[in-house]
């Protein structure tokens, strides 16, 4: 759906500023508070946290005074159970104006190792201008930015007549199991002609950003077995191939000696994104000294545009536990980013495909559960404009469109329900954000400008008409 143009409002942006400024202390407060509650939806982790985080975010959205409804629903997973508690909230706004949809999760990941966090995980700690705590960026400021764009724009604009929903989910870091049958379910409250997902972030502290690609992804759980039951790993060692041995030269075959991943067949996308080093690559990564990147394409196009593989679980025994024993079967995870182009089922297949061929002495391949999601590129309107716009005169130094080499799948599921909709991909991370790390920060100044930006996307939506 097109809308009449409208220009950056000077006088907009400065009052827009004002009030933000003002306000910031109070969204500090409100986003410690949000911190303070360990709301994830694994299932090793009270699921009561996910009650009380989602409760809390919609008293929040219900004492702004702005919606026509204020709720906490659930929609079933595809296993048929409940999936997590997610806010919703809309108000209907003039049909001439555009209705714009605000999306974050109250969900966070595990803390992780406790002796890795320099401060308790679930409560809030400054240091210098960053904020730190699990969930502080990722994604509680993003609910804080909707929070407190939206009183911006109810004591500031003259007249409402933008339409909002507010749609605040609870289990983003657990894969989203439920989004597709909550969207279905909410089809009618959830229909929008701008959607902003406020889960990315931005190229640095000073140069703002709007995701317009991500990559997909796919996982998959497999078990390498060579034998039907352990043995001493003297009388045996030699001619015996153990599971743990077998499972080690598999996975050492999913990149080349270059780094380059080497599962046959996948795609890749060009990208023309700036020029990164390998110094600022190191810096922002925390790479160990002497320490050296892998891989052979420009850094941007290989995180923008290029499959990645990662081993993200092995299941053997551990250093505390160990004994002379030649295992008999070891189980692994394997994550899979693919370019934002190609297909998620067709890259599961064919780094399923890899480890079969690949697996050395003969040893068995069993699979186990998989997940995938697609990857994302996004069409430019009015709101894109607009933002870039609003996100210039904001920062201090000029917007760019960055891709990012995570992946949130659900954005493609957006679009298939919404194919007018224009998506917005914002945030308010940045490289040395950490998020899912430990010691995850929020850098303040960072979120002060991403309020005082949505005020202003939403100000302007505010303004305009349908063509």
Known sequence: MSFSEISLDADLVAKSSG????????AVTTLSKLV?????????????????????????????????????????????????????ARRQGDPEAPHVLLYAHHDVQPPGE???WESEPFEVSKRGDRLFGRGVADDKAGIVTHLYALRGLKNLADQLRIGVTVFIEGEEEAGSESFQNFLADNLADLRADLIVVADSGNWSTEVPALTTSLRGVVSQTFTVKTLDHALHSGMYGGPLPDAMSAMVI?????????????????????????????????????????????????????????????????????????????????????????????????????????????????????????EQGPGYFAKKGWASQLSHSIL???????????????SIPFI?????????????????????????????????PTLERAITAETLLLLHGNLLRRK
């Not at 009270?46 to 709720?71: H, M, R």
């Not at 493609?412 to 308010?428: D, K, M, Q, R, Y």
């Open 392 to 406: 210039s005169a904001v920062w201090p130094q000029p917007s760019v469109d960055i891709g990012v080499g995570g």
């Open 19 to 26: 009030w933000c400024r003002d306000q910031f202390p109070d």
């Open 412 to 444: 493609s599921h957006f679009a298939e329900a919404f194919p007018e909709a224009e998506i917005l991909v914002t945030g308010v991370e940045d490289p040395d954000s950490r998020a899912h790390s430990p010691n995850e920060s929020q850098h303040l």
């Open 250 to 370: 598999l996975l050492s075959t999913l990149l080349d000696k270059n780094g380059d991943v080497s599962i046959s067949g996948l795609k890749s996308d060009p990208t023309h994104g700036p020029e990164v080093s390998e110094e600022q690559l190191a810096a922002e990564s925390g790479l160990l000294p002497g320490v050296g990147r892998i891989g052979t394409k420009p850094i941007t196009q290989q995180i923008w545009g290029e499959p990645a593989v990662t081993v993200i679980g092995l299941d053997f025994p551990s250093v505390a536990i160990s004994s002379n024993t030649a295992q008999p079967q070891v189980t692994a995870r394997v994550s899979l980013r693919l370019a934002p182009s190609e297909d998620p089922s067709r890259g599961l297949e064919l780094l399923k495909k890899h480890l079969v061929d690949n697996a050395p002495f003969g040893a068995l391949v069993e699979f186990g559960h998989s």
């Open 36 to 88: 303070r509650i360990p709301g994830i939806a694994w299932p090793a982790f009270d699921p009561a946290y996910l009650e009380q985080s989602a409760q809390a975010v919609a008293d929040e959205l219900s004492s702004i005074g702005f919606f026509d409804f204020v709720d906490v629903r659930r929609s079933k997973k595809p296993n048929g159970e409940n999936g997590a508690p997610a806010v919703l």
């Open 114 to 116: 406790r002796d890795l």
